[in-house]
C-alpha cells in the first residue's frame, strides 16, 4: 500500500511552547472552512514506525472442552472455567433451523423456538420470565433465516445455576405452544413487518439476499403477513417434536461448572429427551449469479445512500476460506483495512465501510458496503470498484500481507478473556467435522497464505461483470449514478418492483 | 468514534476537590503509601489463574491507585486470568463542556485524537493496535470522553505510547480535519438524520433541559460542525486534555510495578494545566408540563417519549429510580413489558430508564406503538403504572430481580478487561470514587420499598414532565 506523505509540522505541543505562532502558521497555511464540495482533502494515512511493538506473536492454545455423548446421542462439549462465578450455555438443534422448513411454512423454525418460552406443561409464559429475571439469568431461543440450526441459549450465576438450568430443561422438553400465547405472537410479528420497513438496513439486506441467494431459502429475511397466517400450533408442535432430535444437536457449556458431575446431571435431566428418525434435506447450494444486477430500494428523504456490493463466494469447508480470510480483511476487515482508509480516512465519504463473507455448510456471499451520504454515492462507488480491482490486479505487498496475518493471529489472545467464545471454537470444529486440531493449527495455515493465494481468490470472486449491486436510497438523486453500473431495477421500500429490468 | 445518546451525575463538590489536590502531589510511590487501604495485599492473592477466588472477594475488582506528579490518576488491575489487558484513558470533558455554536465539538475532537500524533501518523494508530492483535475505540458522551485498547499481554507498551503520545501532542492538520468533519457528519447522518425516530432524542433534551449543557446532543449540529475551526482545537486540547484532568485505568495481564515504570515513562513529563472551569450546571426546576409533537419522515409507527427531571446520578434517589426502571423494562418479566406488548398487545417495545449523568438527570420512558395505535391510550396506561408505584409497594420478586442482575452484572465483567477499566474510569470521573466499582451494589440493596414509593411521588408529577410524541409524517406513509 502506498502511503502519502503527512502534514507533520503542526503539532500541539509546539502550541504548549508557543501557542499564538503555532495557530497563526495554521491558519497561514489551510483555509478554515470545510472542503466538502471542492474535490478530495488531501488527508492521508501515514505511518511513522515509531511506536514500541513486541515483534513476537503471543501464542496461545486454546482450552479444549470435555466432549462427551449422552446416550440419546446428544454431543456435549464443557469448558470448564472458574475464573467467574457464571455459566453460559448454547444448543444447537442442528435439524430444527429455517433452511430446513418447507417453502410454505416460512418462519415454522422461528416461531417454535420463540414459542419454548411461552409455557410449558408446568409454567406458564409469565411464570418463565419471572423465574428467569428473578434468578438474574438469561433464556433465548430461535432459529434465524439460512441457519440449518434452532439456537437455545442460556446464561447466568453458577451458584443459584441448577435452578434457571431446569427452567432451560423444561422450556426445551416439555413446551405446550398455547393457542393464545401463539396468537399473541403472531400479532407482535405483524405489527413488525411495517415498522422494519422504516429501517435502510433491513431495506438493503432483504434485497442484497435476494438478489444473491436466489431460490435458496437463505434470500428469505422477514416473515410476511401470509406466512404468519399460515403457522399453527399443530405446526409448531410437529416441528417441535420430529425436528428437536439429540443425536443432531451440540449442547455446549462454558463457565464454572465441573465437567464430570455435570455430564451425570446431564442424563439425568435429558433422560426423557428421545432420538427421532430425521434427515433434514439440505437444499441445493445457492449458485454465484452469472451476470451483473443493479437494484436500488427507493427511499424518499435518505440522506445516505446504504450499499451492499458483493456476490456468492465459498462455503466454510472450501480450501479457498484460508486465502478469503486474509483477503477479506486487507480489503474491508476492519479500520485499518484499505476500504476503511480510502472512503473513510482519506475520502470523508462515510462513518463506516467495511466488507465481510458468510460462509456456512453451504457458500454464502462476500459482500462489501456501507453507508454513504447521498452525495458521495457517485465517489463511493468509483472508490469500490478502484479497490476490488486493484485486490484483483495487483498482489499485496509483502509488508501488508504479512501485517495482515500477523493481525488475524494476534488477535486470537483476546478470544481468551471470554470462555464463552473459546467454547464457540470448539462447537464450530464439531459442528463442520473439522479435526481436533484445527484451530491449534488454524495460525499456521494463515501464515502460509500468500500474496498469489490472496489474488487468486480475488479473481476468482470479486467479478465486477457478475456483481450484485444493491442500493439503499433517495431513488431521485442517486438512479442516474446507478445507471452508469447497469439497467438498474427499482423498488419500493415494500420491496415492489416499480419499474427497469425485469429480475 | 461513537457519539453516545445516552448518558449521565455531579459529585462536583468532591470531584473537583479532588482534582485539586491530584495535580501537585509529589511522587507515585508516595502517595501509594499514603493509602494504607490499597489493594496492594489482596491483590497478590489473584495472580494465580487456577485459583478459584475465595467466597468474600468473589466479585470484587482489585485495584492499585496512584498519581504522577502531573496530577494524572492512574489506577492499575493486575489480573491474570487471561493473557490480555485493556486500557482506558479518561478525560473529564463531554459536551456538556462545549460552547453555544459549537455542539458536537468534543465528539469531534475525540475523532482528531485518532489522526495521529508526534510519533504516531494519521491512521497508524488503529493499524499498530490492530496488526498487533488488538481493538481499539473511543467514545463520547455529555459527561466524559473515553479511550481504550485491549492487547494482548506481550504489547503492553504500546497502548500505554499510544494514549501518551496523543494526550502530549496530537498532530492535527486542517485537512486531517476536514476529513474527519465529514466523517462525524456521516456518523450523525446515520444515527440519526436517516434513521427513524432519529430526531426524537434531540428534541426531548432540547425541550426537558433549559440549561445549554445538556440541551444539546453529544453528535451536535451539522451547522455547528460546519463552523468548527482547527483553532477551536487547539483551545479545546488546552483547556480540557491535560494529564490532571484525566484518569487512566489499566486492566488485565501485567506486572504493576512494570506498568507503573512505563507509565511513569510515558505520561510523567506531559505538562499538567490549570483545571478547566466547570460548565453551569443549574437546570431550575420545573413547574408546568411541556409537551411536543414532531413528525417523523421515516417512521412507520408512533411513537411516545415521556421524561422526567431527577437528581444526578451517583445519589440516593437516583439509585432509587434506577430501581423502578428495572422494575418497569427490565427483562420479559418487567411491568412495561407485560402490560404493553403482551396483554393489551398496543406496543412494539417499552423501555424505562433512570439515565445516569453527573448532572441533572432524565427518568426516560419511551413506547414504540403498534401501526393504528392510539398514543393517548398509551399515555394513560403508562400513567397508571407511574401511580401504581406512588401507591403499592413494589414485590419482594421485584427487588430481588434487580439486586440478582446486578450480581450477574458483575460476575460477567470479571472475564472482561476492556469492562473493568472502562467501569474504573468511569466511577472516577463522575464521581471521583473508583471504589464504586465494587460497592454500587450496596447503595442498590440499601434502598427499601419506602424508598422507591417516595421518589416516585416526588419526581413522577406532571409538572415535572416533558412528552414528545413523534407522528409518521403523512407523506411519507405507504400507499
Known amino acids: 500500500m502506498k502511503l502519502g506523505q503527512g502534514n507533520h509540522s503542526q503539532i500541539f505541543s509546539r502550541w504548549k511552547v508557543c501557542l499564538t505562532g503555532a495557530a497563526a502558521l495554521l491558519v497561514a497555511v489551510f483555509p478554515l472552512q470545510g472542503q466538502e464540495s471542492v474535490g478530495t482533502p488531501s488527508s492521508r494515512v501515514e505511518r511513522f514506525n515509531k511506536a514500541p511493538v513486541s515483534r513476537e506473536i503471543l501464542r496461545v492454545k486454546l482450552p479444549r472442552p470435555v466432549e462427551a455423548r449422552l446416550k440419546n446421542g446428544l454431543t456435549v462439549l464443557i469448558l470448564e472455567d472458574h475464573r467467574a462465578p457464571y455459566v453460559t450455555l448454547q444448543l444447537h438443534l442442528g435439524a430444527a433451523g429455517a433452511l430446513f422448513e418447507p417453502t410454505d411454512r416460512i418462519g415454522l423454525a422461528n416461531a417454535t423456538a420463540l414459542m419454548l418460552r411461552e409455557g410449558t406443561k408446568s409454567r406458564s409464559s409469565v411464570q418463565i420470565a419471572e423465574q428467569i429475571d428473578r434468578l438474574g439469568a438469561g433464556l433465548s431461543a430461535g432459529s434465524s433465516f439460512g441457519s440449518p440450526d434452532a439456537v437455545l441459549t442460556g446464561a447466568g450465576l453458577s451458584d443459584n445455576f441448577d435452578e434457571w438450568f431446569a427452567v432451560f430443561v423444561d422450556v426445551l422438553l416439555n413446551p405446550t405452544f398455547p393457542a393464545d400465547e401463539l396468537e399473541k405472537l403472531k400479532q407482535r410479528q405483524r405489527a413488525h413487518l411495517r415498522e422494519q420497513r422504516s429501517s435502510s438496513g433491513f431495506l438493503i439486506s432483504e434485497r442484497f439476499n435476494r438478489a444473491v441467494y436466489g431460490q435458496h431459502p437463505a434470500a428469505q429475511v422477514s416473515v410476511t403477513p401470509e406466512s404468519i397466517d399460515k403457522l399453527t400450533r399443530d405446526a409448531l408442535v410437529q416441528w417441535h417434536r420430529e425436528r428437536y432430535e439429540p443425536g443432531q444437536a451440540i449442547l455446549g457449556i462454558a463457565g464454572d461448572v465441573r465437567a464430570k458431575d455435570l455430564i451425570e446431571k446431564l442424563e439425568r435431566h ?9 434427515t433434514p434435506a439440505w437444499p441445493r447450494d445457492p449458485a454465484p449469479s452469472t451476470a451483473r444486477r443493479v437494484l ?12 451492499a456490493l458483493g456476490n456468492i463466494a465459498i462455503d466454510r469447508r472450501s480450501a479457498d476460506y484460508m486465502p478469503m480470510v486474509v483477503m477479506n480483511y486487507i480489503l474491508g476487515g476492519g479500520a485499518s483495512s484499505r476500504l476503511f482508509l480510502n472512503l473513510r480516512e482519506e475520502k470523508g465519504y462515510t462513518y463506516g465501510v467495511y466488507s465481510d463473507f458468510s460462509a456456512l455448510r453451504y457458500p454464502g456471499p462476500w459482500r462489501a458496503g456501507g453507508n454513504m451520504r447521498t452525495e458521495a454515492t457517485e465517489g463511493a462507488l468509483r472508490e469500490f470498484f478502484f479497490e476490488f480491482r486493484r485486490i484483483r490486479e495487483e498482489q499485496v ?7 495482515s496475518k500477523r493481525a488475524i493471529v494476534a488477535r486470537f489472545a483476546l478470544s481468551l478473556e471470554q470462555p464463552a467464545r473459546v467454547l464457540g471454537f470448539a462447537i464450530t470444529t464439531q459442528q463442520y467435522g473439522f479435526p481436533a486440531d484445527y484451530w491449534d493449527s488454524y495460525p499456521a495455515r494463515i501464515m502460509a497464505v500468500t500474496a498469489a493465494d490472496v489474488q487468486r481468490v480475488a479473481r476468482k470472486y470479486l467479478n465486477l461483470d457478475t456483481l450484485q449491486m444493491v442500493a439503499v436510497g433517495d431513488a431521485s438523486k442517486i438512479n442516474g449514478v446507478l445507471e452508469k453500473y447497469g439497467k438498474v431495477e427499482v423498488f419500493d421500500t415494500h420491496g415492489t ?5 425485469q429480475p | 468514534m461513537i457519539a453516545e445518546l445516552e448518558i449521565t451525575k455531579d459529585w462536583r463538590g468532591a470531584f473537583l476537590a479532588a482534582w485539586l489536590t491530584v495535580s501537585f502531589t509529589a511522587s507515585p510511590l508516595a502517595i501509594e503509601a499514603a493509602q494504607p487501604n490499597s489493594a496492594k495485599d489482596r491483590m497478590a492473592a489473584t495472580a494465580d489463574p487456577a485459583r478459584k477466588p475465595a467466597q468474600s472477594d468473589l466479585y470484587d475488582i482489585q485495584f492499585k491507585e496512584f498519581r504522577l506528579k502531573n496530577g494524572l490518576r492512574v489506577l492499575l488491575a493486575e489480573d491474570h486470568r487471561a493473557p490480555t489487558y485493556s486500557i482506558c484513558v479518561t478525560y473529564n470533558v463531554g459536551s456538556r463542556d462545549e460552547k453555544p455554536g459549537r455542539t458536537g ?18 491512521g497508524e494508530h488503529f493499524i499498530l493496535v490492530q496488526n498487533n492483535g488488538g481493538s481499539a475505540n473511543g467514545t463520547t458522551n455529555a459527561d466524559r470522553t473515553n479511550y481504550f485498547e485491549t492487547l494482548p499481554a506481550n504489547q503492553l507498551e504500546l497502548a500505554i505510547f499510544l494514549e501518551a503520545d496523543r494526550m502530549r501532542a496530537p498532530n492535527i492538520t486542517q485537512a486531517n480535519f476536514d476529513n474527519q468533519r465529514l466523517t462525524v457528519q456521516e456518523e450523525r447522518r446515520q444515527s440519526y438524520d436517516n434513521r427513524p425516530y432519529g430526531k426524537t432524542y434531540e428534541a426531548v433534551i432540547d425541550l426537558a433541559y433549559d440549561s445549554f449543557p445538556y440541551k444539546h446532543s453529544t453528535i451536535g449540529s451539522m451547522e455547528d460542525l460546519n463552523a468548527a475551526t482547527v483553532r477551536d482545537a487547539e483551545e479545546f486540547f488546552r483547556t480540557y486534555y491535560a494529564p490532571n484532568n484525566a484518569v487512566l485505568a489499566l486492566v488485565g495481564d501485567f506486572k504493576t510495578d512494570v506498568a507503573l515504570d512505563l507509565i511513569i515513562k510515558y505520561f510523567e513529563d506531559i505538562p499538567a494545566q490549570a483545571p478547566p472551569s466547570p460548565p453551569a450546571m443549574t437546570e431550575s426546576s420545573q413547574n408546568s408540563e411541556r409537551r411536543k409533537s414532531i413528525e417523523d419522515a421515516f417512521a412507520q409507527t408512533p411513537r411516545l417519549d415521556m421524561v422526567y427531571k431527577i437528581p444526578a446520578g451517583n445519589t440516593a434517589d437516583w439509585y432509587a429510580l434506577d430501581i423502578l426502571g428495572h422494575v418497569l423494562s427490565s427483562g420479559v418479566s418487567s411491568r412495561l413489558y407485560q402490560k404493553f406488548v403482551k396483554e393489551k398487545e398496543l406496543a412494539l417495545s417499552a423501555y424505562a430508564d433512570a439515565g445516569e449523568r453527573r448532572g441533572p438527570s432524565l427518568f426516560w420512558l419511551s413506547v414504540m406503538a403498534r401501526p393504528g395505535t392510539d398514543l393517548a391510550e398509551i399515555e394513560k396506561l403508562l400513567g397508571d403504572e407511574l401511580v401504581r408505584l406512588q401507591n403499592e409497594p413494589v414485590a419482594d420478586w421485584e427487588l430481588k430481580k434487580v439486586q440478582m442482575q446486578l450480581r450477574r452484572q458483575r460476575a460477567e465483567r470479571l472475564y472482561s478487561t476492556r469492562s473493568r477499566a472502562n467501569a474504573l474510569g468511569h466511577f472516577a470521573v463522575y464521581y471521583g470514587d473508583p471504589q464504586l466499582i465494587n460497592t454500587i451494589w450496596r447503595k442498590y440493596e440499601s434502598m427499601t420499598k419506602a424508598d422507591l414509593q417516595r421518589v416516585a411521588r416526588l419526581y413522577f408529577k406532571d409538572v415535572n414532565r416533558t412528552v414528545v410524541t413523534t407522528l409518521p409524517k403523512s407523506a411519507a406513509k405507504p400507499q
Do not use: C, I, M, Y
Not at chain 1, 436500488?296 to 450499499?307: A, E, F, G, Y
Not at chain 1, 418492483?497 to 429490468?501: D, F
Not at chain 2, 468534543?106 to 485524537?113: G, N
Open chain 1, 270 to 278: 435429558l433422560l426423557g429427551w428421545k432420538k427421532a428418525d430425521v
Open chain 1, 296 to 307: 436500488l430500494v427507493d427511499r424518499p428523504n435518505s440522506v445516505q445512500t446504504t450499499l
Open chain 1, 397 to 403: 505487498t509483502a509488508e501488508e500481507l504479512e501485517a
Open chain 1, 497 to 501: 418492483l416499480l419499474g427497469g429490468a
Open chain 2, 105 to 122: 465539538f468534543a465528539h469531534l475532537f475525540e475523532h482528531l485524537l485518532f489522526q495521529g500524533s508526534e510519533n504516531v501518523g494519521k
